[in-house]
């Protein structure tokens, strides 16, 4: 969630609750941890890869989005 309300260069920002940043993480973990390169292999994944995540889910509970976003700032 805090990576998706911040992000990199000139990316727009997205409100994603705690269900809606679940695929996110998911691929966002695969991609970026050395412990699943196998899997990235499996699946085909590299750095051409296109990679669709569906948001299901805004900030339902807004005073819990505000204090995962903010959390280590």
Same mark, same amino acid.
């Given at each position: 969630? @805090?990576? #998706?309300? &911040?992000?990199? +260069?000139? $990316? ?24 699943? @390169?196998? #899997?990235? &292999?499996?699946? +085909?994944? $590299? ?15 807004p005073v819990n989005y505000q204090?995962i976003i903010n959390a280590n700032?």
């Amino acid at each position: 969630m @805090r990576q #998706l309300a &911040n992000p990199a +260069g000139n $990316d727009h920002a997205i409100v994603a609750g705690e269900s809606g940043a679940a695929a996110f993480a998911f691929v966002n973990e695969v991609l970026s941890n050395p412990d699943y @390169r196998d #899997l990235r &292999n499996t699946l +085909g994944l $590299d750095e051409d890869s296109q990679i669709i995540v569906i948001n299901t889910e805004g900030a339902t509970d807004p005073v819990n989005y505000q204090r995962i976003i903010n959390a280590n700032k």
